[in-house]
């Protein structure tokens, strides 16, 4: 999301080199044991292309996810940037797989062997980066400290680790554990330590007698983004396989040997063992409900100081999802890409349970029972919600339960939860994702609930909504749902001289209040239907025929000034702020609810020529969300043969297989999930629409488990000259059209495209 750039090149010899070095050193193996082994988890790590994603160890949704931390993280911050080339700890984080959110009651563990330091900058080790490896299932690296070489191995479950510390003989070995880091010279406008500094401390205790380093981190880096949450507190539990001394405690620069408790706002511990000792293993448990809890996730979860025995678990656990979509008859660097865009869809939503429990962030409590969390709903509700329709259909219903678990809680269905509400980004997407999900059959949630949630989304604006202007991530303990509001339903559209965003919500409101309505249509509630139906239609209000453009408003029902030509060279955002992420030219076409509605109003020859400019003219951004539907809109016009060459484009330029190899935030998956469904030939234009678009498949046989059935998606003549769709046949049948009903795609067995060299006819 936040500081996308649109940086599509192919893969240069010095990348060439780094990834063969990778493949030397087991990045992603090539041996085909295990589907587990294809994945690179250094795509996107890299700071360049700002993948903002980290080699995380951990189970499908874990809760806590480890991963190597090169530098302090923070809101827009990864932990981990591939360019770097020193560690700091290594991270039980609860970051999202996305730069523009924070991290939140998190630990950091570090190894250490010579003279203390504690401060994350002095404590930095240099790594052997050509010794560093990663898996799902495992990390391992080779560090280097005043008294020689420490080795590190990792892997985790959910909400549990074990790292296991090499050090060099005749060494003192020491273990660090920071429980909170607050460090006054990373605040910024965005992250607002300061503020943190002043409200929040966290607390840590040593007992050499249990082996255990505990205690608990009460921050939440995007804290001043939602409400207070007073009893929030992330608890861990620290356990060594091996004896210890106490060292002491410290905040910051203020150092206590021998103190055995500790507290403040970068506080954490250090306990050193005896001289020779060459290996010790550590155990770190998680909880957001209590310290037991932690302990217990612990014994539930690692039964031991095992790596190996951990590692191999969590393999299985991901060669079972990674099995669900699987490609065949490609290189191993495919392989690479493919299931490295499985892993990374199989990321978030978090589970937030533990033990039949779990702990709320929108009233602050602990309840019975399974959540979720970090739904990036703004990007996944494009790809990644439709994709896990497909692949996850009771996890989905789950996913659901769980947004309206937080509307019962806090009031609000979340935009985007970390883990209560932020004022992050726009619209409501929650509900095309319930939406989706219901029009397609999923219904393992509370339906009348779901349905009361989306229409209080759909009908009541913010508290004080004509007071603020709603900019993203604007300061305020309100949570803001649909700002602009209040405008959007009394004049038909929201004004960019009142609201921030202004034609991004009004067109992004009406493909909720579209996806909405197909749930009131069902329901049999026709008023509610014909209102959000007629909403969904206001972004028509926003298109100026005489410079054949979606242009600003004033709420007096003029046209704001809107220079079409000065816009021309903005990747990002125009004068007035009244787009978000994005230009005019990706939102132009930003009703993906109503295709052919766009096509009516600005005529067929106007669409044409303004969707081929967006690509002639360097408008498109693959690498940010808006226009993400926009390859699949030369279908409403009868030219299917250029929404196949802008796949092709699209898959070949902005995913390869090395560290940069992706070229925007992947946002929780949504990037990974694009590449997903439009290698297989397939993508759905609009929540709740109840069909998928066809493109053309990049790939010459992929599998994918739907139901208790396999859907095989073929590429006949697939080669670099054949890229164009001749035929395409479900079950043996030749289909017509260039879309597809969902009952028909879930029921089918094989998609066959047939594919040639020239456009089809």
């Known amino acids: 999301m936040l500081a996308k750039r649109l940086i599509l090149r192919r893969l240069t010899a010095g990348l060439a080199a780094v990834a063969s070095m990778l493949l030397l050193f087991g990045c992603a193996g090539t041996s085909g044991e295990s589907l587990s082994d294809y994945v690179n988890p250094f795509i996107g790590t890299a700071q360049k292309n700002d993948g903002a994603v980290a080699p995380f160890t951990g189970v499908p949704y874990a809760m806590t996810k480890f991963t190597p931390q090169t530098h302090q993280n923070g809101v827009c911050v990864s932990a981990y940037f591939y360019e770097d080339t020193g560690i700091t700890g290594f991270l039980a984080s609860h970051q999202p797989l996305v730069g523009c959110m924070g991290d939140y009651g998190y630990v950091s563990v570090m190894p250490q062997a010579?003279?203390?330091?504690?401060?994350?900058?002095?404590?930095?080790?240099?790594?052997?980066?050509?010794?560093?490896?990663s898996k799902p299932y495992i990390y391992g690296v080779s560090l280097r400290d005043e008294q020689g070489t420490i080795g590190v191995r990792m892997s985790s479950a959910s909400r549990a680790g074990i790292l296991e510390f090499t050090f060099p003989e005749g060494s003192t070995p020491?273990?660090?554990?920071?429980?909170?880091?607050l460090d006054p010279e990373t605040d910024d406008f965005i992250n607002d330590v300061e503020v943190r500094r002043l409200s929040l401390s966290g607390k840590i205790r040593i007992d050499a007698s249990e082996r255990e380093i505990s205690g608990y981190n009460p921050d939440r880096q995007s804290h001043t983004w939602g409400p207070e949450l007073p009893g929030f507190k992330g608890w861990f539990s620290v356990r060594f396989d091996t004896p210890f001394t106490v060292g002491g405690t410290y905040d910051g620069d203020f150092v206590s040997e021998g103190s055995t408790e500790g507290s403040g706002t970068r506080s954490g511990a250090w306990v050193e063992f005896p001289e020779g000792t060459r290996r010790v293993r550590v155990q770190v448990g998680t909880s957001f409900i209590s310290l037991d809890q932690a302990r217990k996730n612990i014994r539930v979860e690692l039964k031991g100081f095992d790596v190996d025995r951990l590692a191999a678990r969590v393999r299985k656990e991901w060669d079972g999802k990674l099995s669900k979509l699987t490609v065949e008859n490609v290189p191993d660097s495919t392989k690479h890409i493919f299931y490295t865009a499985v892993y990374h869809a199989y990321m978030l939503p978090r589970e937030m349970y533990e033990d039949g429990r779990y702990y709320s962030a929108f009233d602050d409590s602990v309840?019975?029972?399974?959540?979720?969390?970090?739904?990036?709903?703004w990007d996944t509700f494009r790809s990644l919600h439709p994709l896990m329709t497909l692949l996850e259909r009771d996890l989905t219903?789950?996913?659901?339960?769980?947004?309206?678990?937080?509307?019962?809680?806090?009031?609000?269905?979340?935009?985007w939860p970390n883990p209560t509400y932020t004022n992050v980004m726009i619209g409501t997407h929650a509900d095309a994702i319930i939406s989706d999900a219901y029009v397609k059959g999923i219904r393992n949630f509370d339906v009348g609930s779901a349905y009361e949630a989306m229409l209080k989304d759909a009908t009541v604006p913010p508290d004080d909504d004509t007071l603020h202007t709603w900019y993203d991530r604007e300061k305020t303990r309100l949570y803001e749902a649909r700002g602009g509001l209040t405008y959007y339903r009394s004049l038909g559209y929201v004004p960019s001289d009142k609201t921030a965003e202004s034609v991004s919500r009004t067109i992004e409101f009406g493909v909720d209040d579209w996806a909405i309505a197909q749930v009131a249509e069902d329901l049999g509630k026709e008023d509610d239907y014909q209102m959000l139906m007629h909403q969904s239609e206001n972004w028509k209000n926003l298109y100026n025929k005489e410079i054949g453009f979606i242009v600003p408003r004033l709420s007096d029902g003029s046209w704001a000034p809107f220079d079409v030509d000065q816009t021309f060279n903005k990747r990002w955002y125009d004068a007035d702020g009244s787009f978000c992420e994005a230009n005019p030219w990706n939102y132009l076409f930003g009703a993906m609810h109503d295709p052919e509605g766009m096509v009516e109003l600005m005529g067929r020859d106007l669409f044409v020529e303004r969707l081929d400019q967006v690509y002639d003219l360097d408008k498109y951004n693959h690498a940010n969300e808006p226009a993400h539907h926009y390859d699949y809109l030369y279908n409403y016009v009868g030219m299917p043969w250029k929404t196949?060459?802008?796949?092709?484009?699209?898959?070949?330029?902005?995913?390869?297989?090395?560290?940069?190899?992706?070229?925007g935030n992947d946002d929780c998956g949504q990037m990974s999930a694009w590449y997903l469904l439009s290698s297989m030939g397939i993508y759905q234009m609009a929540p709740a629409s109840g069909k998928f678009e066809f493109g053309a498949p990049q790939l010459p046989l992929v599998k994918m488990k739907v139901g208790n059935h396999t859907l095989r998606f073929v590429a006949e003549n697939l080669s670099e000259e054949n890229k164009y769709v001749r035929e395409i046949y479900v079950d043996s049948k030749l289909h017509e059209g260039t879309s597809i009903s969902w009952d028909e795609l879930v029921s089918a067995r094989e998609i066959r495209y047939v594919m040639q060299s020239v456009p089809a006819e």
């Open 174 to 181: 020491r273990v660090i554990v920071q429980g909170i880091e």
């Open 367 to 377: 309840h019975e029972g399974k959540s979720y969390n970090d739904f990036a709903t």
């Open 397 to 415: 219903g789950e996913w659901v339960q769980a947004l309206v678990q937080m509307y019962k809680e806090g009031g609000w269905l979340p935009k």
């Open 644 to 663: 196949q060459e802008k796949v092709r484009e699209d898959v070949r330029n902005a995913y390869y297989d090395a560290p940069d190899g992706m070229v």
């Open 114 to 133: 010579g003279s203390l330091r504690t401060g994350a900058f002095e404590r930095r080790l240099e790594m052997d980066k050509s010794a560093e490896y």
